[in-house]
């Protein structure tokens, strides 16, 4: 063997080009050209300044969304990995913002995110995925950057206020408050003035949304019920799904605690990032109401909203006694129920319910009955109780309601209607994976335009994806779940059709 004489004095060129050792199908790419390309549509105006340049806002942007896809939410281990990781340095072309820059830029430019999220869906559309043919629609709670304790009451806010004018408040009043009005009381970092203006903002929230107490982290956030039945300090989040791609559409928070009357706000947003009305529009049945109904019916747009029943016969839970409403079939031919015993209860009288609030419509109530028939009924025992001499159908809703009922009752859109599932799949990946409950962000505007960066990261993933034909198979999946198993030491019982 030749040994080889090593001259260490030797000096030698070489030329680095940052991205030359990353894959060219590799997602960072993918990013970079996407940005670049799209951001000319933003039209930030970058103005140069005295002293240090600014760091370019289209590399910031490519930072932030290849960060959100790696999954990193902390702005020092951005700025770490801008530093010193090769594809974070290609990415942002090889600046070298700090952690307060990178949240300052987070902060500042994020309505901007939306705008990127609708260049998604153009370019899903251009490139002929899909033609948004169907969208999903449905609603979750994000818990709010506010503990369910941290929050100040009506009394206390009108104590504070007539304290921070310079009225009298006797001393035992000023002891029996609790620990947040109390905080704000002795803060000594801001003045009365910025306590006064805290206090009226608190207020105006009070009478907005009718409730007794209010978040003092975060006042815009709401009390909302959790899927476990525990009331949570939380934001309603909204988003619409397309069928074919799975991109999401739009993104909408709202303090509403309830979706109810949400369908026309996301349904708009997401017209607007589409630029295009789709042909069908699904959510579940809470959405099934007039304010709904009448937004579908203007617009043109085919709506598939099931009745409650629907919803529980699908899903094989409807309740276990035989006489109860969920066993009355409809006949919409004679606008009458069949009850289990084949005795039709006819409409009998229609009212309005007044609603209080002006921007609700008013209920319309429905009864069916048929006294004759329960008289000698031989399961009158069964059906009704001792006190009562006949049954009585109650049914809210207009014929419009009707009509979707019918609708929804033919095999066609029974199958559309299947669809709507796939706006579960998007909300799985921002919370497992995007962690958007773990986010610090106070506010509604500024937790909606997070969500909006969640959003974009999912979405531009999921184009990357579909661009390369990239998918699962059922080895990668069992991979993974076998993976999951053995880190977790939990039990393997899974089978991958």
Do not use: W
């Given at each position: 063997m030749v040994r080889r004489n090593i001259n260490n004095k030797q000096a030698k060129l070489g030329?680095?080009?940052?991205?030359?050792?990353?894959?060219?199908?590799?997602?960072?790419?993918?990013?970079?050209?996407?940005?670049?390309?799209?951001?000319?549509?933003?039209?930030?105006?970058?103005?140069?300044?005295?002293?240090?340049?600014?760091?370019?806002?289209?590399?910031?942007?490519?930072?932030?969304?290849?960060?959100?896809?790696?999954?990193?939410?902390?702005?020092?281990?951005?700025?770490?990995?801008?530093?010193?990781?090769?594809i974070y340095k290609f990415v942002s072309d090889d600046i070298k913002p700090s952690e307060r820059s990178i949240q300052r830029?987070?902060?500042?430019?994020?309505?901007?995110?939306?705008?990127?999220?609708?260049?998604?869906?153009?370019?899903?559309?251009?490139?002929?995925?899909?033609?948004?043919?169907?969208?999903?629609?449905?609603?979750t709670i994000k818990k709010?950057?506010?503990?369910?304790?941290?929050?100040?009451?009506?009394?206390?806010?009108?104590?504070?206020?007539?304290?921070?004018?310079?009225?009298?408040?006797?001393?035992?009043?000023?002891?029996?408050?609790?620990?947040?009005?109390?905080?704000?009381?002795?803060?000594?970092?801001?003045?009365?003035s910025k306590k006064l203006e805290l206090i009226y903002d608190i207020k105006t929230q009070l009478t907005l949304t009718g409730q007794k107490k209010i978040p003092v982290n975060d006042i815009e956030a709401r009390f909302m019920k959790g899927k476990k039945g525990n009331f949570l300090v939380a934001y309603n989040v909204q988003s619409a799904v397309d069928y074919d791609t799975k991109l999401i559409c739009a993104?909408?928070?709202?303090?509403?605690?309830?979706?109810?009357?949400?369908?026309?706000?996301?349904a708009d947003k997401a017209i607007k990032n589409m630029n295009k009305k789709p042909k069908h529009i699904s959510a579940d049945s809470i959405y099934l109401n007039q304010i709904s109904l009448s937004y579908l019916a203007n617009n043109n747009i085919d709506g598939l909203i099931p009745t409650r029943k629907q919803s529980k016969q699908r899903i094989a839970r409807l309740n276990s006694n035989p006489f109860h409403k969920d066993h009355f079939g409809y006949d919409?031919?004679?606008?009458?129920?069949?009850?289990?015993?084949?005795?039709?209860?006819?409409?009998?009288?229609?009212?309005v319910e007044h609603n209080g609030d002006s921007n609700k419509y008013d209920k319309i109530k429905r009864l069916y009955n048929n006294y004759s028939a329960c008289k000698n009924c031989e399961c009158r025992s069964k059906c009704i109780s001792g006190s009562q001499t006949h049954k009585t159908i109650t049914e809210y809703g207009s014929s419009m309601k009707k009509s979707m009922e019918e609708k929804m009752e033919t095999g066609e859109y029974q199958d559309e209607y299947a669809k709507r599932s796939s706006v579960e799949g998007p909300y799985g990946v921002l919370k497992t994976q995007f962690n958007i409950e773990k986010?610090?962000?106070?506010?509604?505007?500024?937790?909606?335009?997070?969500?909006?960066?969640?959003?974009?990261?999912?979405?531009?993933?999921?184009?990357?994806?579909?661009?390369?034909?990239?998918?699962?198979?059922?080895?990668?999946?069992?991979?993974?779940?076998?993976?999951t198993a053995i880190s977790h030491q939990l039990k393997l019982e899974v089978t991958i059709f």
């Open positions: 030329i680095e080009v940052y991205g030359e050792n990353i894959p060219k199908d590799h997602i960072s790419r993918f990013i970079v050209d996407f940005v670049e390309e799209n951001y000319k549509i933003l039209n930030i105006e970058e103005k140069e300044k005295p002293g240090r340049n600014p760091f370019p806002i289209v590399s910031m942007l490519k930072l932030l969304i290849y960060s959100k896809i790696e999954h990193v939410e902390s702005a020092k281990y951005i700025s770490d990995m801008a530093k010193y990781h090769e830029y987070r902060d500042k430019y994020g309505s901007y995110f939306e705008v990127l999220l609708k260049m998604t869906l153009k370019k899903a559309y251009d490139n002929g995925f899909t033609e948004f043919n169907h969208v999903a629609i449905d609603g709010a950057c506010n503990s369910n304790n941290n929050i100040i009451t009506e009394k206390e806010t009108l104590i504070l206020e007539k304290y921070f004018k310079g009225i009298q408040i006797d001393e035992e009043s000023l002891k029996k408050l609790n620990k947040p009005a109390k905080k704000i009381l002795e803060n000594k970092k801001i003045n009365t993104i909408n928070v709202t303090q509403n605690p309830t979706d109810h009357y949400e369908l026309p706000e996301i919409f031919e004679k606008d009458a129920f069949l009850c289990p015993n084949n005795k039709y209860l006819y409409f009998y009288k229609e009212y986010e610090v962000v106070v506010g509604m505007v500024k937790t909606e335009e997070r969500i909006n960066l969640d959003a974009l990261a999912y979405n531009i993933k999921r184009l990357y994806n579909i661009t390369h034909d990239k998918s699962n198979s059922n080895e990668d999946l069992t991979d993974f779940c076998e993976s």
